[in-house]
């Protein structure tokens, strides 16, 4: 047996059957779910009747837990099931959430809280004040060790092709910290100014906010910082890393891929050398795509980044074969040749003197070898984004008429629809469900084109429905360049007699390590992906990078960890967390007009400026909690301490014994909309009172929500959520009279003017010292009335009007005034705890709390033989009684370990 | 003047210090007493990181005094001396300053004469620590058994759960026969449980086991010893009495019901009945009709806390001012089992809150569901009772008709009383544990130690401390038998070395001191000179009774030495205060 007794839940009842049982000799394992130990009780102020310090009383308690000997606690872990086993012990799965900080190395100094950068309600006060996404729960916490609180990756990270981490890129510039919001994507990929400008933007469909009133300008934010990096460091401030490994990878392909490998690869120490069989680097970026979307000296400055540490790039040198890298000492190949070969028609006419392919047209224009066009009708075939660039190229070269022919609708148009909307307020000319049959030309020069019209027949193999040629519809038009834009094919051909190739031409490739069926050789990009987008390039050569790295280190890439198994955190657990999101207008695209545009290659997307940036980049709903902006990495003073690649840790373990104290939860003041809670503002919780009158308070004042004016008139509203039906919960939860009589009497400390009027239906002081505490704050000026409240709604200058029975005086609807409104809020059953053993075994009474079998003469005795509950999980209860419960689950506990005969 | 490296923390408590106490000047007065090696603040001195530094201070800078200013002793000192020992420092060498409860507390009003105070109280610490010895705790074997004092629900539960740990028990009970006030019940709440039934399962398995010896008629006349190993003297009816030797002690002696007076709320007349009355009498009514010596019941009245939540009143010598907290759930399930009875009994109660609390709300729903009418009167104009001739009336100004009077004729009336403290003068003179204003036992605090006692190894239970229902007792108890399993299971005690020493040079053999102290720790022995007084320390509570009386000066504290003491006067008392003090 691993341990005695395992006990689910850190909170008052929980330390004190640890330590019960600790210091009677078993040896226990306390599992709590938050970072903390410490329950709500650490939460509090003062606690009733003696007025004592919670914090006081439970750090001790706490620091006991933390050091004693026979007590192991896992802190940040949940028990996901309890088996019980046939000798009538158990075994109990349990699992550590990753904190992101290695507890043992953590100081608990509190730098990375200073330098995180996202803000969240912070649970600890209530939701009154934030917390930063890194962070210490609270001062007194047990262990003190920062929680980075990220629930996974953020839609727009985990959308991202590249793997760059947009969420963080936008919670720096949201802090101004430009600088370090470009560098921290240039780990992810260096060609932050291209990607700015020309990627298509997954991250902007995914966004969260963009399902409420628009998306965070994603692509835009980049612009703004990699404009603003390189305005100001026109190098890199880098050069070649001082510590080289000795091995040297040899590169074929300056395209994206290509280049974000040879990076990556160079920063880890290896010798690079990139093989360019153009006559520039930059692969599509430089020929693919116009200037007036990518201007030619961004990709300059952003290749750059990679030349800087020392990658050596050859340019006009083909490579036809692996081998011979090899014998010049290449450790490893990473094949990045890109896909630029021109898929033909078949069509008769094809090899005239002004048809030519997409790729063909576009590299003449970037390379400044543009054909003349004034006055002249280009047509262009295709559908796709490489159809509607050419188009917009020859606008701006002068045709006449520029006409974009395509066989299906519009519907199926695999461009983006702003693009098309683009080109057509150019005014390209879009012929749909049409197609050129046939070339015509006079001594091999093109003159026209023979057309012919489309109808959509069955859907095909992709699904799409397939165009069916309309007979008698042909017609001959004249032309003067065809440009075709059907599709490329990987450049795979030279290389097909040593690497294995699927049947579409891509290089057959293991798809998380891209190695290739020659183990030196790895490949990726669009060789393997076919034709994509510029961040799925990216992606591949980080991928490949990684892994070269792995396999010239000699690991075993089946241990790879590149692709952590992180999950995306849902959209609905967004908003519900964000709970109401006031509308802020998405900030506007800024497009040169078109008139202004056709006339130049001038680039039409204009910056945002720093304004709308940092307003864009504050509308960002912080999906994941941490944004990965490793902020915290860079401030924490002990190095590897903060690491993003943990996992969840499960580990199974066998115990004697078992003690739910998994506590209650509080009344969701959310099903009392009366009460008004959550829509006026200065209608607020007990717990959130509580949190205002703590020694550890946000503020140094008692104050009200609204204007942060010191309430001189407060009402406490007993029994919300309790003893009321119509909130679906008809038990008294025992501690809400008592907790707000307390409160009363600490604002009346705080606050010496105050009035404060308790409404209530029977005061229930029950306890050691109760009504003696009741009648004092009576003494003291507290004014009870006898009326259970109605609703409450908003009066003049944030004041409340609270409607109530009075039933003591002369009866009937009566309404005051009151400048904060306190609901004491009650207490509800923790479901959790009943779904923790199979079958439904663990037996709920008829209110949810986990029953108690033989209360009268084994309190906490549940409906499992060697299963205990402890403290509120079986039922409201206040402090004193929960850990008069606990005791008895302790001693029980041990009875039962002791007959069980078997000890750890 | 000591060369020791002494270490002081002074501790904001989040804002209890802080907000009335300037803790950086009290540092600032602070930093340069003699011997103080590293001085800092701490907003929490007492959560763990902070004990981390403490260790590593004391490791790192070579400390060998440590002072913490900050709460009160009883909530702290063993926090601190404990963080002493993890850092190998004599956990004794450590001193505790209260500049909380004994000072930001009580002088709100001023708070730079608080951050004056504060700076002296720390001066004083510092002066005391630097004349701390090292002291080494005794260490007692505990004997593996226990004396449960009543055989009530708490006493019969506890016995059992300390037996199933192996732990030996001594059951006594005054009564001849085992089972307190559930034994006679025939339906509790909130199970509706049979307490006669519940009571026999437990005697049997009681008697059952052997583990545990029962004497009935039996009370605790003598105690000796401390704790792990105590001496008790026990008498059982008229035997001569005989010692047990116990590692613990539990209290479950029980409460009383409040004694109605006669004439009050009209008790003495005809059918007026406690709730004890009331209990005992509903429990033996068949189904049908309801009859009260001979006289059908068709309505009734409770009159809540009665005996409860009384006021101060010129007639009343002692009020009890506490609520009873069972009653109110107590009078529900009684009209309960009358109206499941006789479905059409009229029931009336009045009250002045209902304090059902918690799942017993349900009683109150029933209770309502099943006809009983509320009436809520106000404490300071409790209803009336009187006699009508053919029965009772009530009459009552209700709060829920505002403020109307009403009178209500009725065959019955149940005057709801609560539990008061059971009188038990010879027992309390032989332990000697603290009472509460209430009367009850106190424990040492109701949230950090809310079983034990100020007498180490007396742990209280049940109702005996206060009014509680019968499986909170029984809970109550349960949590005793863990304290005392604690304490036993671990086969030994430690005990503070903070006792008198006798300089037996000085001493004279006079004896004053002996009969000063109260724990009759002191005796006489004989040596080269004559007698000297000797100390024994097993008994010696260090309360230092003895230590004024000695004519000669021959008796010290260990841990409050004149000398330390005297340094501390020396220290507080020293002008001017450092400089940057406020003045």
């Not at chain 1, 094919?489 to 293991?510: D, I, M, Q, R, Y």
């Not at chain 1, 200065?682 to 009158?693: A, K």
Request: charged share 25%; hydrophobic share 40%.
């Amino acid at each position: 047996m691993d341990y005695d007794v395992l006990i689910i839940g850190a909170g008052i009842a929980g330390m004190e059957a640890a330590l019960s049982l600790g210091n009677m000799g078993f040896k226990v394992l306390l599992v709590e779910k938050e970072a903390s130990i410490g329950g709500k009780m650490i939460l509090l102020s003062k606690v009733f009747p003696t007025l004592d310090c919670a914090s006081c009383i439970s750090t001790p308690k706490m620091a006991d837990v933390a050091h004693h000997p026979n007590v192991t606690l896992q802190v940040y872990s949940e028990v996901e099931g309890v088996d019980p086993l046939a000798d009538g012990s158990f075994r109990a799965k349990v699992v550590k959430k990753p904190t992101y900080v290695n507890a043992d190395l953590c100081t608990g100094c509190g730098l990375c809280e200073t330098a995180c950068t996202v803000a969240v309600a912070d649970e600890f006060n209530a939701g009154l004040v934030a917390r930063r996404a890194a962070h210490i729960p609270f001062p007194q916490a047990i262990p003190k060790k920062a929680v980075i609180d990220r629930r996974g990756f953020s839609p727009c990270h985990h959308s991202c092709p590249a793997g760059v981490r947009a969420h963080g890129y936008i919670s720096l510039v949201r802090s101004g910290r430009y600088e370090e919001a470009f560098n921290l994507h240039m780990e992810d990929a260096p060609l932050v100014g291209s990607l700015a400008r020309a990627c298509y933007a997954p991250c902007e469909e995914e966004c969260t906010r963009g399902s409420v009133d628009g998306t965070i300008p994603i692509r835009g934010i980049k612009r703004f910082m990699s404009d603003y990096y390189y305005e100001r460091h026109p190098e890199p401030e880098y050069g070649v890393p001082e510590k080289k490994n000795g091995r040297k990878v040899a590169v074929i392909g300056a395209g994206p891929a290509g280049l974000t490998a040879a990076y990556q690869l160079a920063r880890k120490g290896y010798t690079v050398k990139i093989f360019e069989e153009a006559p520039e680097a930059g692969g599509m970026l430089r020929i693919g795509i116009p200037s007036y979307r990518l201007p030619k000296d961004v990709v300059d400055r952003d290749i750059a980044n990679v030349t800087a540490l020392g990658v050596e790039i050859e340019t006009r040198h083909e490579i036809s074969s692996i081998e011979p890298l090899k014998e010049q000492g290449y450790d490893a190949v990473f094949l990045a040749a890109g896909a630029v070969e021109a898929r033909t028609m078949g069509v008769e006419g094809e090899d005239l003197e002004g048809v030519m392919d997409c790729m063909e047209f576009l590299r003449e224009v970037n390379i400044g070898r543009a054909p003349d066009l004034e006055g002249k009708t280009v047509m262009v075939v295709g559908g796709g984004n490489s159809a509607i660039d050419p188009a917009r190229v020859a606008i701006r070269l002068g045709a006449e008429k520029v006409l974009i022919q395509y066989r299906r609708s519009r519907a199926e148009m695999p461009a983006h629809s702003w693009e098309i909307e683009g080109a057509e307020e150019e005014g390209v000319e879009l012929q749909l469900l049409r197609v050129p049959v046939r070339f015509i030309g006079k001594d091999g020069k093109l003159e026209a084109a023979e057309c012919i019209s489309m109808k959509l027949g069955e859907p095909d193999e992709s699904g799409r429905r397939s165009p069916v040629p309309q007979k008698g519809s042909e017609e001959i038009v004249p032309v003067d360049l065809v440009v075709l834009a059907i599709g490329l094919k990987p450049s795979t051909s030279p290389f097909a007699h040593e690497l294995e190739t699927n049947k579409n031409g891509t290089l057959k490739v293991n798809s998380h390590t891209l190695e290739t069926s020659d183990p030196r050789v790895f490949a990726g990009g669009d060789v393997v992906t076919g034709p994509s987008m510029i961040a799925q390039a990216i992606g591949q050569g980080n991928r490949a990078a990684h892994h070269i790295d792995m396999y010239l280190r000699g690991e075993d890439l089946s241990l790879s960890r590149f692709d952590l198994p992180i999950p995306t955190v849902e959209k609905k657990d967004v908003l519900m967390r964000a709970k109401s999101i006031s509308f802020r207008k998405p900030t506007d695209k800024k497009e040169l007009e078109p008139s202004e545009r056709c006339r130049s290659f001038s680039e039409i997307e204009q910056p945002f400026t720093k304004e709308e940036i940092r307003y864009g980049a504050g509308r960002c709903l912080d999906c994941a909690v941490c944004s990965e902006c490793e902020a915290c990495i860079r401030a924490c003073p002990v190095e590897d301490c903060i690491r993003f690649d943990m996992l969840p840790e499960r580990r199974e373990v066998t115990v004697g014994s078992v003690i739910v104290a998994t506590g209650y939860d509080l009344f969701n003041v959310e099903k009392k909309p009366q009460y008004g809670s959550g829509r006026l503002k200065n209608v607020i919780t007990g717990m959130q009172m509580d949190r205002l009158l703590a020694p550890t308070r946000p503020f140094n004042t008692v104050l009200r929500p609204s204007d942060g004016k010191e309430p001189d008139n407060i009402a406490y509203v007993l029994c919300t959520g309790s003893r009321d039906q119509t909130a679906d919960n008809t038990l008294c939860s025992r501690v809400c009279c008592m907790y707000s009589i307390k409160q009363a009497q600490l604002i009346m400390g705080a606050l010496p003017l105050a009035d404060i009027t308790i409404y209530y239906i029977d005061i229930r002081a029950f306890g050691k010292g109760y009504d003696e505490f009741y009648e004092q704050a009576k003494a003291m000026g507290v004014y009870f009335v006898k009326g259970k409240v109605a609703k409450v709604e908003e009066a003049e200058d944030g004041n409340m009007t609270v409607f109530y029975e009075d039933m003591a005086n002369s009866g009937g609807l009566k309404t005051a005034t009151h400048d904060l409104v306190v609901l004491s809020v009650g207490l509800l059953p923790n479901r959790e705890a009943l779904g923790l053993f199979p079958d439904q075994m663990l037996k709920a009474d008829d209110f949810h709390y986990v029953a108690e079998v033989e209360e009268d003469i084994d309190p906490g005795r549940t409906s499992i033989a060697g299963v205990f509950v402890a403290g509120t999980a079986s039922g409201a209860r206040d402090i004193p009684d929960s850990i008069l419960h606990a005791g008895a689950a302790a001693a029980q506990a041990a009875a039962y370990i002791e007959n069980l005969g078997v000890r750890s | 003047m000591s060369e020791r490296r002494i270490g002081v923390y002074i501790c904001h408590c989040g804002g209890n210090i802080s907000d009335y106490v300037d803790v950086k000047q009290v540092l600032e007065g602070i930093r340069k007493e003699p011997c103080v090696a590293i001085a800092r603040t701490a907003v929490f001195t007492c959560s763990d990181a902070t004990q981390q530094d403490i260790i590593k201070d004391i490791k790192e800078q070579n400390l060998d005094g440590l002072v913490v200013a900050s709460c009160s002793p009883k909530l702290h000192l063993h926090t601190f001396r404990s963080v002493a020992e993890r850092a190998g420092m004599n956990p004794y060498k450590y001193v505790h300053v209260n500049i909380r409860e004994q000072c930001s507390w009580v002088h709100r009003d001023d708070k730079p004469s608080a951050s004056r105070k504060a700076i002296r109280l720390v001066r004083g610490g510092i002066a005391k620590a630097g004349l701390m010895d090292p002291l080494q705790s005794f260490r007692i074997e505990t004997i593996p058994k226990v004396l449960v004092i009543g055989a009530g629900i708490a006493g019969l539960r506890a016995s059992l759960a300390l037996a199933d740990l192996g732990i030996g028990v001594y059951l006594i009970e005054k009564k001849q026969e085992p089972g307190g006030w559930v034994a006679d019940m025939k339906s509790t709440f909130p199970n509706h449980r049979s307490g006669a039934g519940l009571i026999k399962g437990l005697v049997e398995r009681v008697h059952a086991h052997e583990g545990i010896t029962f004497f009935s008629g039996a009370e605790l006349v003598e105690k000796s010893g401390s704790v792990g190993a105590f001496k008790a003297l026990i008498r059982s009816g008229d035997e001569e009495p005989f010692s047990v030797d116990v590692g613990a002690m539990i209290v479950a002696t029980g409460f009383d019901t409040y004694a109605v007076k006669e004439g009050e709320y009209g008790y003495g007349m005809e059918g007026v009945v406690t709730l004890p009355e009331f209990k005992a009498w509903i429990d033996t009514q068949p189904a049908g009709e309801l009859v009260y010596n001979g006289r059908p019941i068709k309505t009734m009245a409770y009159v809540y806390c009665v005996g409860s939540r009384q006021a101060a009143q010129p007639d009343l010598e002692k009020p009890n001012k506490y609520c009873s907290r069972f009653c109110c759930s107590a009078a529900m399930h009684g009209a309960i089992c009358a109206s499941t009875l006789q479905p059409r009994v009229r029931q009336y109660h009045l009250f002045r809150d209902v304090r059902t609390y918690g799942k017993y709300e349900t009683l109150y729903e029933d209770a309502s569901r099943l006809g009983s009418v509320f009436l809520k009167f106000d404490g300071s104009a409790p209803p009336v009772v009187e006699s009508n001739g053919n029965g009772l009336t009530v009459t009552v100004k209700d709060m829920l008709s505002a403020g109307e009077e009403l009178e209500i004729d009725v065959d019955m009336v149940v005057l709801v009383t609560g539990m008061v403290a059971r009188e038990n003068k010879a027992l309390n003179d032989v332990l000697k544990l603290p009472i509460g204003q209430d009367g009850f036992f106190n424990e040492i605090h109701p949230k950090l130690r809310p079983v034990e006692t100020v007498i180490d190894g007396v742990f209280i239970a049940g109702t005996s401390q206060g009014p509680k229902t019968s499986s909170e007792s029984v809970a109550a108890a349960l949590s005793a038998v863990s304290k005392c399993a604690a304490l036993l299971m671990k086969g030994y005690v430690e005990l503070e070395p903070l006792v008198a020493q006798v300089n037996s040079d000085r001493c004279t053999g006079c004896a004053v001191c002996i009969e000063s102290c109260p724990y009759s720790a002191i005796n006489m022995i004989a040596c080269d000179t004559g007698e000297v007084a000797y100390v024994n320390t097993s008994l010696c509570k260090g309360g230092g009774a003895c230590v004024p009386v000695c004519p000669e000066n021959a008796i010290d504290v260990l841990g409050y030495t004149d000398d330390q003491i005297e340094s501390m006067i020396d220290a507080m008392a020293a002008e001017p205060l450092a400089e940057g003090a406020a003045t």
